[in-house]
């Protein structure tokens, strides 16, 4: 199992990706499953689960954990440090900055507009203090993802596919990763429709690829992404928000086709320096 080692085969590669994803699933389903079948044992032991609950953080960061086992498994804490120099890559093409500061809240504008909503989600009664504090902990819950993701999944998976099929592999993974929550009381989840969010977690995958290649493997511009996704500053607009973004998805692919299609150029290092395939 190695992601850093002189010359990666297609066996370490898969061995690597295989359990990173074993232990993502086994971490996450374990602890939303646990509360799925045994509700009332789970709570009673260690509380009612909630979006705020340490073991629903557990949850939501074991694509991370699986990613600094993995790393370090294979390539010591120097490979894990260097792993984590990638949080320090922000150079990229101004227009991809763009997309992420700008096209991302106008999306979730012109979805809620849509369905007659407002520009901006409602202040709650606790003021707009809360909402700035709920997003800086947002940044401690989906973006946290990403070391595993963009961090591990996706330059392993581009040592072998197209960044295209990278990206839907890994939308799928990542959509069924959270199937179980659609089943768990107590989460914002359990209102979702699980298709659609399906769907856009695809399209989600699809459209950060060519931002994060184009960033030379940057962890900090897909975190970036992600927090946009769940800034509670942007209104709710289901479902437009994911047909919306299908949209944007499908003319980004189609400008950046001759990246999208072919593995010429695409980040296959998942530790700096490490010899490519």
Not at 19 to 38: D, Q
Not at 40 to 67: E, K, N, Y
Not at 172 to 182: D, E
Request: charged share 10%.
């Amino acid at each position: 199992m190695s992601v850093a080692r002189e010359h990666p085969t297609p066996a370490s590669t898969a061995r690597a990706l295989l359990a990173f994803l074993a232990l993502t699933f086994a971490i996450t389903w374990g602890v939303i499953g646990s509360y799925i079948f045994w509700p009332d044992a789970m709570a009673a032991r260690f509380g009612q689960i909630s979006g705020a609950h340490p073991l629903f953080f557990l949850a939501t960061w074991a694509p991370a954990i699986a990613a600094f086992t993995v790393v370090v498994a294979t390539a010591g804490l120097g490979g894990l440090r260097r792993f984590l120099s990638r949080l320090l890559i922000w150079r990229c093409p101004a227009p991809w900055w763009g997309f992420i500061l700008l096209v991302i809240p106008l999306v979730y504008m012109i979805g809620s507009t849509i369905k007659g909503g407002p520009l901006l989600a409602p202040k709650p009664p606790e003021g707009v203090g809360a909402m700035v504090s709920l997003m800086f902990m947002m940044l401690l819950l989906g973006p946290i993802e990403e070391f595993g993701w963009r961090g591990v999944a996706q330059p392993l998976l581009q040592r072998h596919v197209a960044p295209f099929w990278a990206g839907v592999l890994i939308g799928a993974i990542w959509g069924v990763w959270h199937l179980p929550a659609f089943y768990l009381a107590g989460v914002v989840f359990a209102q979702w429709s699980f298709l659609p969010f399906f769907i856009g977690n695809i399209t989600l995958a699809v459209l950060v690829t060519p931002i994060f290649n184009a960033a030379r493997g940057s962890l900090l511009l897909p975190m970036l992404f992600h927090w946009q996704l769940i800034n509670p500053f942007w209104p709710d607009a289901q479902p437009w928000d994911t047909w919306i973004l299908v949209g944007v998805a499908a003319i980004v692919v189609w400008w950046k086709r001759d990246m999208m299609f072919t593995r010429e150029g695409a980040v296959t290092e998942v530790i700096p320096g490490e010899a490519r395939p």
